[in-house]
């Protein structure tokens, strides 16, 4: 039945809409948590203190080591540790280079160490030489070509070497940690080693981590390091949204995905619009019987709006639902994808304002309609 | 004699795109209660639009059309449509049933714009189907049914709210002679009860028989009224 393949055709259009609307910002929150994905890993500390001219995360402007002392004279200040972030070249065991964001960590205490160890302990570190590498790193970019042309790498496993600016690092530990924008290979080590890996430098600190003392209020005493040493100081989560408005303005990002979401929108409304439309019009002779019999224009909205709804309802349900099967298909992948359920709700709204569009402009025709024509031929 | 329609001196033009077409000239017309009327004559006359005016469907230009002794142009189109699905019964030629419903939800539908509980409403319209010969068929659905059966269902419909007026637009038209005869049978043994009224279009000279009166119409004007004529 023709009608039958006008329904299809609805919810399908609302399906696509659905799913646009739905995965793509999906995709969009997926990859701009991200960008301060660096910082979530790093769950400790309370506040992060660096030089004034940092605009994000990745942004290093490194400050000397003699600001540390002054950090840990502030009261209210618990502990306050170094950390180095870098990017560095290594050079593999085939010759190769590969530049790795090298992060070093509190020689004594090792804070800020890679949120899961895979393999080998964090202790390790201790060891000289010794390096921890994220997974992702060892089997792609850090792996050892492989022996069969166009082959998958062979992985970094414990116990195999790097040289780190011609200075040699030994793997005792395998991490997990939160993909970030930057797709280098992450290499955790201890600050002290770090240091002796990194181009000799008057300024190394690119961090300094602080945990407040209980009771402290941690915005206040982002205030006070303020006021006492001239840094910056940014607690955990004002950092990780100067790190995410830094992207947000300065990347296309944001207005990437605006316009695919747009598009989808756009596209979605058009083939519902249309196809409810003609439903509407196909069907004009029911409409003008009911009407002929008495039918009030507003019991005439309410069925066309009732058939907006349930067509809305099954394109909203299909297209949230093929969202979640991507998300759950791409999981092991290294494509960003997180839901919220303010999405849900961002999406719902989305279908609602296509259906009460598509819904309007099938009224208009109907409460023109004359019910005379129910005698025409 | 009380009426059930009094027309006097309708008029209706159209304009199509600058072309005025006239489709009732000065038209004057009284239909008795309890009679059965059927309006003749050559495609293009201007029966369907009269019967629209007579319905409440259509507007005239002038004149004056009553409906047991109510002007229908005095009221707010609120109440036109209250009348309509009060007082008015409609039989089409192309059976106008509505696909997706049953034959029993069809039948149910005046009795619902009148705002009768649905459920009522279906086990009415299940008892007036078997006074018309379709009690086995109240679930099926129009395409499920032949054109004699949908017509059967169509008048159902037209009766089910008890309406006093019932204006059929060609109902024999789409049906073979032998359904057609059947079908007027039924229209004037159940439909024609308690003071009703009938007004039939047709062009179907087979059926001129069932009419207490005819009137025939030529180019937007009556041209003569007749009592009754082919009686036998
Ligand atoms: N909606 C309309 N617009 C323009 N002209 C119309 C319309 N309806 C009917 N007419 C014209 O009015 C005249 C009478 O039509 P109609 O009442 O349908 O005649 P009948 O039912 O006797 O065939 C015809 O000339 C027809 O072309
Ligand atoms: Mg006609």
């Given at each position: 039945m023709?009608?039958?393949g006008?329904?299809i055709?609805?919810i ?10 739905t995965?793509?910002?999906?995709i969009f929150v997926?990859?701009?948590s ?6 979530s890993d ?6 992060w203190?660096m ?10 402007k ?12 502030i009261?209210g200040?618990e502990w ?5 972030k ?12 590969q ?11 090792l ?12 202790e ?13 790193g ?7 070509p492989?022996?069969?042309?166009g082959?998958k790498?062979?992985p970094?496993?414990?116990g195999d ?9 030994i ?21 002290s080693r770090?240091?002796?890996y990194?181009?000799?430098?008057r300024k190394?600190?690119?961090f300094i981590?602080?945990?407040?003392k209980?009771g ?13 040493t001239?840094l ?33 929108f756009?596209?979605g ?29 507003l019991?005439?909205?309410?069925m066309i709006?009732?058939?907006a ?12 639902g ?12 290294i ?6 359920w303010?999405l849900?709700v961002?999406?719902g ?5 296509i259906c ?5 402009i099938?009224m208009?025709?109907?409460?023109r ?9 | 004699?009380s009426l059930?329609v ?5 008029t ?7 072309q005025?077409?006239t ?10 209660m309890?009679?059965?009327m ?18 409440g469907i259509?507007?005239?230009d ?9 002007n229908?142009?005095?009221l707010s189109?609120?109440?036109?449509l209250?009348?309509r699905?009060?007082?008015?019964g ?7 049933l509505?696909?997706a ?17 649905r ?13 018309v ?5 109240w ?6 049914l ?37 079908v ?6 159940v439909a ?20 207490d009166?005819?009137?025939?119409m030529?180019d937007?004007h ?5 009592n ?5």
């Amino acid at each position: 039945m023709g009608d039958k393949g006008k329904y299809i055709g609805i919810i399908m259009g609302l399906t696509f809409a659905s799913l646009i609307m739905t995965q793509q910002p999906a995709i969009f929150v997926g990859l701009m948590s991200r960008s301060y994905s660096f910082i979530s890993d790093l769950g400790l500390p309370d506040i992060w203190v660096m030089d004034t001219k940092v605009q994000f995360v990745d942004d290093i402007k490194p400050l000397q080591d003699t600001e540390l002392y002054r950090v840990r004279g502030i009261t209210g200040v618990e502990w306050a540790m170094p950390l180095y972030k870098g990017l560095l070249k290594a050079r593999l065991t085939d010759g190769t280079f590969q530049t790795c964001n090298v992060i070093g960590l509190d020689d004594a205490t090792l804070i800020g160490g890679p949120p899961t160890m895979l393999e080998g302990t964090l202790e390790d570190l201790r060891r000289s030489d010794s390096v921890i590498v994220d997974i992702d790193g060892a089997t792609e970019k850090l792996g050892k070509p492989s022996p069969i042309p166009g082959g998958k790498p062979i992985p970094l496993k414990i116990g195999d070497n790097l040289e780190l600016n011609d200075r040699r690092a030994i793997v005792v530990g395998i991490a997990k940690s939160t993909r970030t924008f930057q797709s280098q290979p992450m290499v955790y080590t201890t600050y002290s080693r770090a240091k002796s890996y990194a181009p000799k430098e008057r300024k190394l600190l690119s961090f300094i981590l602080v945990k407040t003392k209980a009771g402290q209020d941690a915005h206040e005493l982002t205030e006070r390091i303020k006021l006492n040493t001239g840094l910056a100081a940014y607690t955990q989560a004002e950092f990780k949204e100067l790190t995410y408005q830094y992207f947000m303005h300065n990347t296309g990002i944001p207005i990437n995905f605006g316009i695919s979401i747009t598009l989808g929108f756009i596209v979605g409304a058009a083939i519902a619009g249309q196809t409810f439309y003609n439903f509407t019009l196909e069907n004009i002779r029911q409409f003008g019987v009911l009407k002929a019999m008495g039918t009030s224009n507003l019991t005439l909205l309410r069925m066309i709006l009732l058939q907006a709804v349930l067509v809305g309802s099954i394109g909203y349900g299909l297209g949230v639902g093929l969202t979640a099967l991507f998300g759950y298909a791409t999981r092991h992948t290294i494509l960003a994808f997180k839901f919220p359920w303010q999405l849900l709700v961002f999406s719902g709204a989305g279908v609602s304002i296509i259906c009460i569009f598509a819904a309007l402009i099938s009224m208009i025709k109907v409460f023109r309609l004359e019910p005379a024509i129910v005698f025409k031929g | 004699m009380s009426l059930a329609v009094r027309c006097q001196n309708l008029t209706k033009t159209y304009d199509t795109g600058g072309q005025i077409v006239t489709a009732l000239s000065n038209i004057n017309l009284d239909i008795p209660m309890g009679e059965l009327m059927m309006l003749v004559g050559p495609s293009g006359c201007g029966k369907t639009t009269l019967i629209s005016v007579i319905a409440g469907i259509l507007d005239q230009d002038s004149g004056i059309c009553e409906l047991f002794g109510e002007n229908l142009q005095r009221l707010s189109s609120k109440e036109k449509l209250k009348f309509r699905a009060k007082h008015i019964g409609f039989v089409f030629q192309a059976f106008n049933l509505l696909p997706a419903l049953n034959a029993a939800e069809n039948v149910a539908i005046p009795l619902i714009i009148n705002g009768m509980n649905r459920h009522l409403a279906v086990r009415k319209a299940i008892e007036l189907l078997s006074q018309v010969g379709l009690g086995e068929r109240w679930t099926s659905l129009p395409s499920q049914l032949s054109g004699g059966q949908q017509q059967r269902v169509a008048i159902a419909r037209a009766l089910i709210h008890n309406p006093r007026l019932i204006v059929c637009d060609e109902p024999t038209s789409a049906l073979d002679h032998e359904t057609g005869l059947n079908v007027m049978h039924l229209l004037k043994s159940v439909a024609l009860q308690n003071d009703r009224s009938l007004v039939i279009v047709t062009h179907d000279a087979r059926i001129f028989e069932f009419a207490d009166q005819v009137a025939e119409m030529d180019d937007g004007h009556i041209i003569n009224v007749k009592n009754a004529p082919l009686r036998t």
